[in-house]
């Protein structure tokens, strides 16, 4: 997945920890198998090199990313998409390295063979249809759904307290040792300043999304263009970590007004902070402000 895992836990003294270490490695290394853009020989990188009309057989993990990142990109009304391959890969935001600032030409070529409506997914026969030259991208879902399978797969190891995080994205079950909630600061970008703000992640995951990590690098797949719309970034506290990362880069995108009447509507937990003139804001949704 091009990132970095971490996984801090309060078990008995005779656990194995590296059998869950080696139990983790190999989870992760499936799911990088099928979901990675960053693989040639994953399963996403056949299905974006597969012939228009044909169907892929998905296994479990792909189909529950698939299911969930179409919902929410009906939902958000394509501000989440995950079928944008082909403008992340025009800006260089994957293995490929830009090959210059877009152009007029090859940026529409890109947008016209992109965009979620364009696919077809049978979830019932797990099978998800290519209709000609689109590429899919889950970088922003496919963390979350690893940090929730990880937590999952300790929970079946019987490690019901623990503190995944993984490429930022964080999700904790059970407790601490001292028998208090894993607690998780939510970052400031750098820069800004604001209150701090800790959050208990007492079955709970949370999933940040923000231009501040590397420049512009979250698109708007409605215009295939980087977001440039004040917000520094989203953060969302959800159940799923999957959904908390596919929501907070829908919101991302949409911005001001748009972002915060989603949220609400949705119900999400949600934390935006916003730059104006240099001068940080923040905006808490009533569902965040209910666990503080």
Known sequence: M????RVRLAAAPDL????????????????????????????????NEASGGSWTALPADFAAVMECGLAIAQRSAGAFDPAIGRLTDLYGLGPNPAAGEPG???HAAALAVSGWQRLALDAEARRLRQPGGLWLDLSGIAKGHAADVV?????????????????GECVGRGLRPDSDPWWVDLETPPGLSLPPLRIALHQLAVATS??????????????????????????????SAMRADAWASALTVLG????????????????????????????L????????
């Open 151 to 167: 937590a999952d797969l300790l929970g079946r190891m019987g490690v019901r307290h623990a503190l995944v995080e993984i490429g």
């Open 104 to 106: 007029t030409t090859g």
């Open 16 to 47: 194995d920890l590296g059998a869950v270490r080696a139990a983790i490695v190999a989870r992760l290394d499936g799911i990088v198998a099928e979901m990675s853009h960053w693989a040639p020989d994953s399963l996403l990188s056949r299905f």
């Open 210 to 239: 923000g231009n501040y990590v590397r420049g512009d690098h979250t698109l708007d797949p409605r215009t295939g263009l980087p977001v440039r719309n004040g917000i520094v970034s989203v953060s969302v506290l959800h159940a």
């Open 2 to 5: 091009g990132t970095y895992w």
């Open 256 to 283: 001001l007004p748009q972002g915060p009447v989603l949220a609400e509507r949705e119900g999400l937990a949600a934390r935006f902070v916003i730059a104006r003139g240099g001068v940080a804001e923040e905006w």
């Open 285 to 292: 949704s009533p569902a965040l402000k209910l666990m503080l």
